[in-house]
T-cell receptor, first 107, second 116 residues
Framework: AQRVTQPEKLLSVFKGAPVELKCNYSYSGSPELFWYVQYSRQRLQLLLRHISRESIKGFTADLNKGETSFHLKKPFAQEEDSAMYYCALKGAQKLVFGQGTRLTINP | GAVVSQHPSRVICKSGTSVKIECRSLDFQATTMFWYRQFPKQSLMLMATSNEGSKATYEQGVEKDKFLINHASLTLSTLTVTSAHPEDSSFYIC????????????FGPGTRLTVT
């Protein structure tokens, strides 16, 4: 079975502070993991995927198979990062989402 | 980037009636489309996967006779909620991928259904 857990429903940090959104997964196969973001009144959009190993908008995420984690990190948060963030795992064909973390960046 | 549209963005219907939601890929051909449901303050739950020209695959617990999915062309999939009830009120989101094994999905803006 595929399962994605985001333990924090809400996360609030000050502008300029580091931010880490946690994601743990459960999957028997070789996982493909993603972070999606949904800004206020906008559609869900792909932020990054583990395979590409790139930094998007200053965010990075490293797949740790030993800890079955795919935490999203940014060293210096910006106000425009305030949004809903979803971690997702793709199995054979299906994309399974975590519960989401609402990130608020305080000025 | 690839754009997916949904129509309508909001719909209110009376209990017992049926309502159709359209999902279109505007600038690419979507072999596979997905329909999700999102309850307030909850995550997206996959309802069904549709591949163009074939029957949709429904997730466990989703009534296929109630949520009719048609994917007759490479740019259009429809979800029809039949005999709607107030508990069907929800946010319905579609996504599209260029192939059944294509990793990246592009999401529509969602449709808010309210059944009175």
């Amino acid at each position: 079975a595929q399962r994605v857990t985001q333990p924090e429903k809400l996360l609030s940090v000050f502008k300029g502070a580091p931010v880490e959104l946690k994601c743990n997964y459960s999957y028997s196969g070789s996982p493909e993991l993603f972070w999606y973001v949904q800004y206020s009144r906008q559609r869900l959009q792909l932020l990054l995927r583990h395979i590409s190993r790139e930094s998007i908008k200053g965010f990075t995420a490293d797949l740790n198979k030993g800890e079955t984690s795919f935490h999203l990190k940014k060293p210096f948060a910006q106000e425009e990062d305030s949004a809903m963030y979803y971690c997702a795992l793709k199995g054979a064909q299906k994309l399974v989402f975590g519960q989401g973390t609402r990130l608020t960046i305080n000025p | 980037g690839a754009v997916v549209s949904q129509h309508p963005s909001r719909v209110i219907c009376k209990s017992g009636t049926s309502v159709k939601i359209e999902c279109r890929s505007l600038d690419f051909q979507a072999t596979t489309m997905f329909w999700y449901r999102q309850f307030p303050k909850q995550s997206l739950m996959l309802m069904a996967t549709s591949n163009e020209g074939s029957k949709a695959t429904y997730e466990q617990g989703v009534e296929k006779d109630k949520f009719l999915i048609n994917h007759a062309s490479l740019t259009l999939s429809t979800l029809t909620v039949t005999s709607a009830h107030p508990e069907d009120s929800s946010f319905y989101i579609c996504s599209a991928a260029e192939g059944p094994y294509e990793v990246v999905q592009y999401f529509g803006p969602g449709t808010r259904l309210t059944v009175t």
